[in-house]
């Protein structure tokens, strides 16, 4: 209490205010907390072990260690990858895209329902680089799809956390290698339809969906024409009570501006559709089409070719993220660069020739 006195708050001239003093802290050390053990790194053999049994537990924790930064759990991370290619690749790869609210969750739910009555497994990833874990729509979060949640066939995992889009999507494709391995032979990858991620998650995919509304006017605005045009089906949600009539409409519109578009590699027309995944209406001819897909690219021979197509994509893409990685993580550059950057906004040197002194510093050491 006497040592109020100390404080300038008390001083005279700022009448009217005190400051009392603080009541001691209790020391933030608890004596009787045993310090908690750091698991144990499993080696790479024991995961793949678990994972090729369908241990979910073991999935897991191969999948954090997917995700994680650190030099030493990545080494495991590849060795576990490197193991399961070879049981990897038997499996329906979809990507499912919609803006917010367009009701991807509540549709990945039923959709995920519907095939898994036929038995089989099925994974839910996501590619969300916008969202860290704490703000945005956190993309496969199992809250949000109940009862895929509590189905013992169903794993479901959100988004790795925000990074570089390329990183993001890296991670969820090595995800992608250890399902199949664990035996999900129906992958889901969902992405909002903003932005760029629908390119990543399109490059890892077999067939891609996209989820839209019937809203007000016309209904191609504000769709980006790139999105249209990676869609293998469009599906149109919310089909029910008075939006029926809207949703006929937009569906013939989107049919007679798919027409417009250049034929797909795959030879396959997309196809529009409309349903509705709140009240589980015309869930089964919107995989009756996704079915339809499968028998013709496998017939075809595209299934393969865009397969391969993406295996290639995914090495090219390792090897930027990786040199870009390897560039701007050097000390050295990291303080050239910033020297650059100051001569470049000072108009003391050309954008050009401050990139070509940086890269030469780089490629000489
Ligand atoms: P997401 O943001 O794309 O995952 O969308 P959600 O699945 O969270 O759905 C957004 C909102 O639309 C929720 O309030 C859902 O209940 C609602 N919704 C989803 N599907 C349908 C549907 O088929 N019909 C109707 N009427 N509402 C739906």
Redesign the pocket.
């Known amino acids: 209490m006497t040592d109020n006195h100390h404080h300038i708050e008390n001083d005279e001239q700022f009448i009217g205010l005190t400051v009392n003093s603080g009541v001691k802290q209790p020391p933030v050390v608890n004596p009787y907390l045993k310090p908690r053990k750091r698991r144990p790194l499993p080696s790479a053999s024991e995961l793949v072990e678990g994972i090729l049994k369908g241990d979910v537990t073991v999935l897991s924790r191969a999948v954090t260690l997917v995700e994680s930064l650190s030099p030493e759990h990545q080494a495991v991370a590849q060795e576990v990858i490197e193991k399961c290619l070879p049981y990897s690749g038997n499996s329906r790869r979809i990507g499912i895209t919609?803006?917010?609210?367009?009701?991807?969750?509540?549709?990945i739910d039923v959709f995920g329902l519907h095939i898994l009555k036929d038995g089989g497994k099925l994974a839910v990833l996501a590619i969300d680089p916008s969202s860290e874990r704490t703000k945005g729509?956190i993309l496969g979060d199992k809250t949000?799809m109940e009862q895929l949640a509590v189905h013992p066939a169903a794993f479901i995992r959100p988004s790795p956390s925000a990074g570089s889009l390329g990183g993001v999507a890296r991670k969820t494709r090595e995800t992608i290698v250890l399902c199949e391995a664990a035996g999900y032979n129906n992958i889901f990858v969902e992405t909002v339809g903003v932005g760029q991620s629908e390119t990543a998650v399109h490059s890892m995919v077999d067939f891609f969906l996209l989820?839209q509304l019937a809203g007000t006017g016309d209904e191609l605005q504000g769709i980006k024409r790139g999105i249209m045009e990676m869609a293998d089906g469009i599906v149109i949600?919310?089909a029910?009570?008075d939006?029926i009539d809207r949703a006929r409409l937009a569906q013939a519109q989107f049919r007679s501006a798919l027409h417009l578009f250049p034929p797909t590699a795959s030879g396959w027309k997309p196809e529009v559709l409309c349903y509705?995944?709140?009240?589980n209406l015309g869930v089964p001819e919107v995989w009756e089409m996704i079915d339809r897909y499968f028998t013709f690219v496998k017939e075809n021979g595209y299934f393969e070719v865009k397969r391969q197509e993406q295996a290639r994509y995914w090495m090219y893409e390792t090897i930027n993220e990786k040199l870009r990685q390897h560039f701007y993580t050097n000390p050295e550059v990291e303080k050239l660069l910033q020297e650059k950057e100051m001569k470049v906004l000072g108009n003391q040197q050309s954008s050009f020739t401050a990139a070509r002194d940086v890269l030469d510093f780089y490629f000489k050491k």
């Open positions: 919609g803006v917010p609210g367009a009701g991807k969750s509540t549709s729509s949000r989820i949600n919310k029910d009570g939006n509705s995944g709140y009240y």
